[in-house]
């Protein structure tokens, strides 16, 4: 297996939503039916990062899919 930057984002993206939602949990910030609206947008934001940095020449699908995807993983 090799380590690209599409996997890098993927597992950045996957540690900030477990963080965040962590973070929301322990502390209430939010009712637990809401977070996957918190991963979804966590996913959508690192997506237009990774096409607005031109990361790995993805397109703006790929990068807000492979994100979202990554943040829903977690």
């Given at each position: 297996?090799?380590?690209?930057?599409?996997?890098?984002?993927?597992?950045?993206?996957?540690?900030?939503?477990?963080?965040?939602?962590?973070?929301?949990?322990?502390?209430?910030l939010m009712e637990?039916?809401?977070?996957?609206?918190?991963?979804?947008?966590?996913?959508?934001?690192?997506?237009?990062?990774?096409?607005?940095?031109?990361?790995?020449?993805?397109?703006?699908?790929?990068?807000?899919?492979?994100?979202?995807?990554a943040s829903y993983?977690?």
């Amino acid at each position: 297996m090799q380590i690209t930057v599409v996997s890098i984002v993927g597992l950045v993206t996957t540690i900030l939503t477990y963080f965040f939602g962590w973070i929301a949990k322990k502390f209430n910030l939010m009712e637990a039916n809401l977070l996957p609206v918190q991963n979804g947008l966590i996913g959508i934001a690192s997506g237009f990062l990774c096409y607005a940095l031109g990361l790995d020449g993805m397109d703006l699908t790929t990068s807000l899919i492979t994100c979202l995807m990554a943040s829903y993983a977690a």
